[in-house]
């Protein structure tokens, strides 16, 4: 009777280590948290020389979820084509505060993508940069240099 005690209780402490994570899901679920994310939009450049005057750029921002493999975009801007000369400095920057609600932290991830267009009568230059938003954190911010 022990034996079979013995191996009842061997086969029941496996198979909850085995399904710790589905039982706990089912127990307890996780609650969903808000992401919020604060963009800035400007240069720390000076662009006022007469060899930036037909100089444009353009900025496209995308806020990607990824859950597994899933790919979902959240939020996307595009700054359209402006002189270099118009992008503001840090001090006026564009500002765009985001807030993404009903973010799972332990399954799901943020990843801000950020691409930069410069165009320079016909000759172009694209820079891509991203950033990811850290688990736990609800607040992220991020400069987007021009």
């Known amino acids: ?27 307890s679920p996780e609650t969903p948290v808000s992401k919020e994310i604060n963009l800035a ?18 900025v496209q921002i995308a806020i990607i979820k990824v859950s597994g493999n899933k790919q979902t975009i ?4 595009t700054y359209d084509n402006l002189p270099l000369q ?13 807030k993404v609600p009903n973010i799972l932290d332990s399954k799901e991830k943020l990843y801000i993508s950020y691409k930069v267009t410069y165009n320079s009568k016909g000759s172009v230059l694209q820079v891509a940069n991203g950033s990811a938003v850290s688990t736990g954190d609800s607040e992220e911010k991020l400069f987007i240099n021009i």
């Open 1 to 27: 009777m022990k034996r079979y005690f013995l191996i009842f209780a061997t086969l029941t402490v496996f198979a909850t280590a085995l399904f710790f994570n589905n039982i706990k899901a089912v127990i």
């Open 74 to 77: 959240v939020w996307d801007k």
């Open 86 to 98: 118009k992008y503001p400095e840090l001090t006026n920057a564009f500002i765009q505060n985001i």
């Open 41 to 58: 939009v400007a240069t720390d450049n000076n662009y006022t020389s007469a060899v930036y005057k037909d100089a444009l750029a353009k």
